[in-house]
Every structure is written in structure tokens, then in C-alpha cells.
């Protein structure tokens, strides 16, 4: 069993930055990906990040590559995601995930086996 907890969201202006951390207790395996999504109001849950555990290759959903970077702490079972040049459209509220085998469906959230509680992000313009 693996619990993820998030932390780090806040309010920053539009082109500020914020990183935010997923502590994972319970053991990451070689064979977990790590993922980061995102909800804003009204909207459904989309893929924002992921980085395999054991290759530390990433993942960037299209609207986040280049201003977004996921990285992972094997030691601290912790996973981080800095946000630069944020935008107002990257308000929402931030999840952490964890899929015990996920191959390339690393965008897909029902692969994710768990889930942190969220932190939220308000980017104002």
C-alpha cells in the first residue's frame, strides 16, 4: 500500500513559479511510474506529468512542456514537479499518483493505482 501526500500550491502571479512535492510512504518499486494531474473547476482530470521510476524517463502533456519539470527522489520516495512561467489556465488543483505497471499509458489516470488528496494551484493574471 502506498499514501501520497502533496504539498507546495499556493497563489502566484501569472509568470511566477511553484514547486510542488508528492512524499510517498510505503515503497516505490522499479516498476512504478509517477504521475502528476491536474483538475480545474468544471473540468475532468488531465495528465500533466510522468517519470518512470526506474528509467527516470518523462512525460509532459503538450501545454506544460518546457515550462513544466517532473523529477523523482528514489532515496526520499518523493517526486517533485517545478512550474515556471505559470499561467492562469494552469489553475487547478494538483494531484499525485502512483501506478504499479502502467507501460506507455503513463497519460491514462485509470492506470494510476494511487492517489494523494491534492493541493491546489490559483495562478491569477
Known amino acids: 500500500q502506498v499514501q501520497l501526500a502533496e504539498s507546495g500550491g499556493g497563489l502566484v502571479q501569472a509568470g511566477g513559479s511553484l514547486t510542488l512535492s508528492c512524499a510517498a510512504s510505503g515503497h516505490i518499486f522499479s516498476t512504478y511510474t509517477m504521475g502528476w494531474f491536474r483538475q480545474a473547476p468544471g473540468k475532468e482530470r488531465e495528465f500533466v506529468a510522468a517519470?518512470?521510476?526506474?528509467?527516470?524517463?518523462?512525460y509532459y502533456v503538450a501545454s506544460v512542456k518546457g515550462r513544466f519539470t517532473i523529477s523523482g527522489d528514489n532515496a526520499k520516495n518523493t517526486v517533485r514537479l517545478r512550474m515556471n512561467s505559470l499561467k492562469p489556465e494552469d489553475t487547478a488543483d494538483y494531484y499525485c499518483?502512483?501506478?504499479?505497471?502502467?507501460?506507455?499509458?503513463?497519460?491514462?489516470?485509470?492506470?494510476?493505482?494511487?492517489w494523494g488528496q491534492g493541493t491546489q494551484v490559483t495562478v491569477s493574471s
Open positions: 517519470i518512470s521510476w526506474s528509467t527516470s524517463s518523462t
Open positions: 499518483a502512483a501506478a504499479r505497471y502502467i507501460g506507455s499509458s503513463y497519460y491514462d489516470k485509470t492506470k494510476y493505482n494511487y
